[in-house]
């Protein structure tokens, strides 16, 4: 299994910055595709950007231009580079990757315990 691990959330204000990080470990073989999702109070989960391991990215258009992903194959790492937050943007934030825990099998998706972020107005 691969086990992925956020870090870098907390409490900031409307306009300020924060760095996600996010650390995958355990039996990887190759990790085709990491990125974030996000998940606001009574709303459902959705994407907010992915980036493979041939550096291809992919925005949620709400975050086009203030959040840039970026990557680290080496250490398995992926990180979400957040700026101009806005309020609405609260929510857990989960680390994802698609990938490989072996030749030959079947590729799995693996989800992060999610971090908190929260933008006060």
């Known amino acids: 299994q691969v086990q992925l691990v956020e870090s870098g959330g907390g409490l900031v204000q409307t306009g300020d910055s924060l760095r996600l990080s996010c650390a995958a470990s355990?039996?990887?073989?190759?990790?085709?595709?990491m990125g974030w999702y996000r998940q606001a109070p009574g709303k459902q989960r959705e994407l907010v950007a992915t980036?493979?391991?041939?550096?291809?990215?992919n925005y949620a258009d709400s975050v086009k231009g203030r959040f840039t992903i970026s990557r680290d194959n080496a250490k398995n790492m992926v990180y979400l580079h957040m700026n101009s937050l806005k309020p609405g943007d609260t929510a857990v934030y989960y680390c994802?990757?698609?990938?490989?825990?072996?030749?030959?099998?079947?590729?799995?998706?693996?989800w992060g315990q999610g971090t908190q972020v929260t933008v006060s107005s």
């Open positions: 355990g039996s990887i073989f190759r990790l085709v595709s």
């Open positions: 994802t990757a698609d990938g490989y825990v072996g030749p030959g099998a079947t590729m799995q998706g693996f």
């Open positions: 980036v493979t391991s041939g550096g291809s990215t």
